[in-house]
Nanobody
């Protein structure tokens, strides 16, 4: 399974970005998909995940109310809508896939950089 993340960029505080992650080489609709991020000098942290049916989601407290995860199984793509961005959201964002839904995440994308200026 290969995961390709995109959509990152340089934005100002308060702006929005939609990150996308497209999967290939596997049965996307069966996977739990997740987003993680790693800020400079910090450990990677969980951001959000979405199950395959009925699309139950989990979102980290630090981004709850601002970030939304969704998926389109027909396009093998998972999205992370990021609103009201803050400088502390600056990080490389990674998407990941969990084949059986019980962890850990088995496959990882290369990451996309989000930089939020104040």
């Amino acid at each position: 399974v290969q995961l390709q993340a995109s959509g990152g960029g340089l934005v100002q505080a308060g702006d929005s970005l939609r990150l996308s992650c497209t999967a290939s080489g596997g049965t996307f609709s069966n996977y739990v998909m997740g987003w993680f991020r790693q800020a400079p000098g910090k450990e990677r942290e969980f951001v959000a995940s979405i199950f395959w049916r009925p699309y139950n989601t989990q979102v980290a407290d630090s981004v709850k109310g601002r970030f939304t995860i969704s998926r389109n199984n027909a396009k093998n793509t998972v999205y992370l809508q990021t609103n009201s961005l803050k400088p502390e959201d600056t990080a490389v964002y990674f998407c990941a896939a969990d084949r059986d839904g019980i962890g850990p995440f088995d496959f990882w994308g290369q990451g996309t950089l989000v930089t939020v200026s104040s």
